[in-house]
């Protein structure tokens, strides 16, 4: 009886999903609510070296684009991020940022819209890319709030985060079980809106992000088709 009991609390103990970051490319559709036509948009994550990733974000349409790519290092729980980059264009003003993360200094630098950053790096910093894929690990993992120190501009914000529950989706690749999280906000301090949706099958997968901004501008991509480790996102149909 003893034995069992030890051997259910190391089963309970265990990660409801074991994570493994695997390669990705992902295809998405872009819909931006304000505008008459929708755009593209495609992520992936690849090993540029042993222990080091990179992960690419584009999206595109008539009157837009934006880019935004990440390098890091992740072995086991730990994300350090490397280098950072974005690129905005369109729809108002520009946007431009660099941050370079040097572990041996403890310093990022970089600049953000024309201003020069060069802050201390603590351990457990990310970058406004490499979080999505630290929340990604988590949410397999099981947990059901996260919070992530996320470098934006030269100011360290706090995300919180919390799981909502699990939710179908219905995609062009078939319909997907999704894990459906929210970022959590001070109503009072902003009204911004944040909902991800990750797919259980297929390594938490993004699936979907809604963004409404606090003048009520909506953002949404939805997956058009992915590939995983080589294997091609599909769901009921």
Do not use: C
Not at 46 to 54: E, F, I, L, R
Not at 60 to 75: P, Q
Not at 218 to 226: R, S
């Amino acid at each position: 009886m003893r034995s069992a009991l030890l051997l259910a609390g190391l089963l309970l103990a265990l990660p409801v999903h074991a994570f493994e970051l695997k390669p990705f490319t992902a295809s998405y559709t872009a819909d931006w609510k304000q505008l008459p036509v929708s755009g593209t948009a495609s992520r992936q994550l690849k090993q540029v070296s042993p222990g080091t990733w990179q992960l690419d974000f584009e999206a595109s349409m008539l009157v837009a684009s934006l880019s935004e790519r990440s390098t890091f290092r992740h072995e086991a729980n730990s994300w350090q991020p490397l280098m950072y980059r974005y690129r905005r264009s369109g729809l108002g003003a520009g946007k431009r940022v660099e941050q370079t993360f040097d572990w041996t200094t403890k310093r990022v630098t970089g600049s953000d819209r024309g201003k020069r950053i060069d802050i201390p790096l603590t351990q457990g910093l990310l970058d406004k890319s490499t979080y999505q894929l630290a929340l990604q690990q988590d949410v397999a993992d099981g947990k059901r709030s996260m919070s992530y120190s996320v470098l934006d501009g030269d100011d360290v914000d706090t995300y919180d985060f919390r799981v909502l529950g699990e939710e179908q989706v219905q995609t062009k690749a078939g319909s997907l079980t999704t894990i459906k999280v929210e970022r959590v906000r001070d109503p009072s301090q902003s009204q911004r809106q944040t909902v991800l949706w990750f797919a259980k099958q297929w390594d938490f997968l993004l699936v979907r992000l809604l963004q409404v901004e606090k003048d009520g501008k909506t953002y949404d991509i939805m997956l058009e088709n992915g590939i995983v480790d080589g294997k091609s996102v599909s769901g009921a149909k």
